[in-house]
Nanobody
Framework: EVQLQASGGGLVQSGGSLRLSCKYS????????IGWFRQAPGKKREGVSC???????TYADSVKGRFTIFSDNAENTVYLQINSLKPEDTAAYYC??????????????????????WGQGTQVTVSS
């Protein structure tokens, strides 16, 4: 059973940084993808950034140049480094996985409703 555990959220001032962690376990195949998604109150859940097993990454336009996704396979963790935070980045952040290797990462990031494996959310709040 694939399990994901997200952590690292917090309250930061505009312009600050955070590093979110998504610790994973239970993958039975190697060609999985993992992504970060966020949902602000009253808004639809959106893909922020996704990474494939071979290190290919994709980012939403709104976060390019500020967010970096990377994985540490030895630690079974995918990180999201968030810099230059803006108040509009305030949201609950979730990590999710394509545990069957079904989707291209661009697809999994665009259509989070396709994904079945989710971690719990971690709240990021940015004050102006």
């Amino acid at each position: 059973e694939v399990q994901l555990q997200a952590s690292g959220g917090g309250l930061v001032q505009s312009g600050g940084s955070l590093r979110l962690s998504c610790k994973y376990s239970g993958f039975e195949i190697e060609n999985y993808g993992i992504g970060w998604f966020r949902q602000a109150p009253g808004k639809k859940r959106e893909g922020v950034s996704c990474i494939s097993f071979d290190g290919t990454t994709t980012y939403a336009d709104s976060v390019k140049g500020r967010f970096t996704i990377f994985s540490d396979n030895a630690e079974n963790t995918v990180y999201l480094q968030i810099n230059s935070l803006k108040p509009e980045d305030t949201a609950a952040y979730y990590c999710a996985a394509d545990d069957r290797g079904t989707f291209m990462i661009e697809t999994m990031c665009t259509y989070p409703e396709y994904l079945e494996v989710w971690g719990q959310g971690t709240q990021v709040t940015v004050s102006s």
